[in-house]
Each structure stands twice: as C-alpha cells, then as structure tokens.
C-alpha cells in the first residue's frame, strides 16, 4: 500500500484532510507554497500493534496510541519522502490534516498538535504525535462541545518544508467562530 501523497498529486479530501486538500488547491490554482506531502490515515492503521487493531480490540482509541510509533512500510516511505522533499536536511513542519479539519463547519484550530522546525530525524516522533493527539482528552472534549461524535480514526499528517518567513497571516472568507 502507498501511504504517501506528494503536492501535485491528486487526492480526496477524505484521504488527505482539510489542511492538504487546500494546500493541494492551491497547488494547483499556481500559488507557490512550501513543497509537502502527506501520510494518509492508512499509515496510523498499519502502524497500530496487531493486537491493538481497532478491528480487535474494544480499547478505547487513545487507550491504542499510547506507544504508536512509524514503522515497517509507512516509516520507510516517510523517510524517502525525506530525503526527497529536504536533501540537505532542512526542517520541516509536521501538522495535522484532518478530514473535519479547516472545514465549513468546525475549524479544530490549536486542537491538534503543531511541529515546527523539526529535523527530518525528528520527523517519525512528531508525525506519532500529532497522532495521539487526535485522541487526546482536550480533542475530544472540543468534539463533545460541538456535538461531534468521538474521534474513530486518526488523522492524515502534513510534512510540509519550513521556511524562514519574514512575514505570514491567515486569511478568512467567513467567520471562524
């Protein structure tokens, strides 16, 4: 299985997230940004301990994370989108990329964990985390706030090349709130 989706590439929302897709759009719409890639939600699956599968197992999701680690396949496909994306070893940004993420609907701005500058060596442990953090308590109690039932999958993760900008903002065409 490819658990890898370069800029350029095209790709759902459902299997990318918000943040990816909209990158992606602009990606295509001729914006230069930052190069990235994405690892699909596909990754976290294969990366779970056999006997902590969600098919298997009745644990609750956060229970499953506590030592999620890359591995296997999808920590060898990350490690040549690596190599790829930062040759001279440059940071990069790891964020999430959730389906719900930066939609119409809820935004789940902060809610996520946020990596930035992180050596690409570094990358394999802040890509886990973001992981974890979507079954984190402070997650799911934004969800229960909004009436949104419990997370049941984990997120896709962003690796996204760091620049030192000397400016940047955000841009909104509706209320975030």
């Known amino acids: 299985m490819r658990y890898i989706i370069r800029s350029g590439e095209s790709e759902t929302r459902e299997r990318i997230g918000g943040k990816a897709a909209a990158l992606a759009a602009l990606h295509r719409s001729g914006v230069r940004i930052p190069d990235w ?3 699909t939600p596909d990754a976290f699956e294969a990366c779970l301990d056999r006997r902590e599968n969600p098919a298997a197992a009745a644990a609750p999701p956060f229970d499953r994370t506590t030592n999620i680690a890359l591995k296997d396949e ?3 496909e ?3 989108a690596l190599a790829r994306l930062c040759p001279n070893g440059g940071p990069v940004a790891v964020r999430s990329s959730a389906i719900e993420e930066d939609g119409c609907q809820h935004s789940f701005a902060g809610q996520f964990e946020s990596f930035l500058f992180v050596p690409p060596a570094k990358a394999p442990e802040a890509v886990a985390a973001v992981w974890r953090s979507a079954f984190s308590e402070r997650l799911q109690a934004y969800r229960r706030t909004r009436g949104l039932p419990p997370a049941d999958r984990a997120p896709a993760v ?5 620049v030192n900008a000397s400016r940047s903002g955000v841009a909104f065409s509706a209320d975030p709130i």
Not at 158 to 162: C, K
């Open 37 to 39: 890639f994405v690892l």
């Open 74 to 76: 999808p920590l060898r």
């Open 78 to 80: 990350v490690s040549e």
């Open 158 to 162: 962003l690796v996204q090349r760091m």
